[in-house]
């Protein structure tokens, strides 16, 4: 067990909708990472916050926005659903937000767009 | 682009054999090589990890060789057993500005034959 805990784990959708991924990071990390992982593309980095500030940022899509809370916590939004979004997301943190930081993943969200 | 490729994408060993998974990358700007291990239905984990001012690092079994001049680093699993079974990642990343994005490779599938 990493320590980071994803809900839900299998959510299915219809395409159009919008769905809300929720991660918390292991305890005392403050980086929180997504990422996406599919047969065609393998894993793919979304974005990056560190203590509630956008860091880095990836291939995201503009339909799909994230945030981290004061609580470290956070969101993934992905919006105007399409099949080619079907995927399992990770989220995954660290300490901090270097280079050379463990980055440790959780189980993932498993999404399935129809 | 794919900046880390990485080979071959599936690998059947016997037990107590040498499992050979091999990466290329193209940044030179990478600074931090992580090699992760995802079991079925969890997240990756991180298993072995090496800087580019060391040409190898071992860990138990696990050994990573680096190559700087030829931009290519190879993981080595020893005495290879069938827990070893799993898909494995290599990744890099770039040291800046507090942000920490990992570029996988497409994953090697290791069948370890008993």
């Known amino acids: 067990d990493s320590g980071v805990t994803q809900t839900p784990k299998h959510l299915i959708t219809a395409t159009g909708q919008r769905v809300t991924l929720r991660c918390s990071p292991r305890?005392?990390?403050?980086?929180v990472y997504w990422y996406q992982q599919s047969l065609d593309q393998g894993l793919q980095f979304l974005i990056q916050?560190?203590?509630?500030?956008?860091?880095a940022k990836g291939n995201i899509l503009e339909r799909f926005s994230a945030q981290q809370f004061p609580d470290l916590h956070s969101e993934l939004n992905l919006s105007s659903l399409e099949l080619g979004d079907s995927a399992l997301y990770f989220c995954a943190s660290s300490v901090v937000g270097n280079s050379a930081n463990t980055i440790y993943f959780g189980e993932g969200s498993w999404l399935t767009v129809v | 682009q794919q900046q880390v490729k990485q080979s071959p994408q599936s690998l059947i060993v016997q037990k107590g054999g040498i499992s050979i998974i091999n990466c290329a990358y193209e940044?030179?700007?990478?600074?931090?090589f992580p090699w992760y291990q995802q079991f079925p239905g969890k997240g990756p984990a991180l298993l072995i990890a090496i800087r580019p001012d060391v040409s190898e690092k071992k860990e138990g079994r696990f050994t990573i060789s680096f190559n700087k001049s030829a931009k290519q680093f190879s993981l080595h699993i020893m005495d290879s057993q069938p827990g070893d079974s799993a898909t494995y990642f290599c990744?890099?990343?770039?040291?800046?500005?507090?942000?920490?994005?990992?570029?996988f490779g497409q994953g090697t599938r290791l069948t370890i034959n008993p």
């Open positions: 305890s005392g990390d403050l980086s």
């Open positions: 940044n030179t700007a990478f600074d931090y």
């Open positions: 916050y560190y203590n509630g500030e956008e860091r």
């Open positions: 990744a890099a990343s770039r040291r800046g500005q507090g942000a920490q994005k990992l570029v």
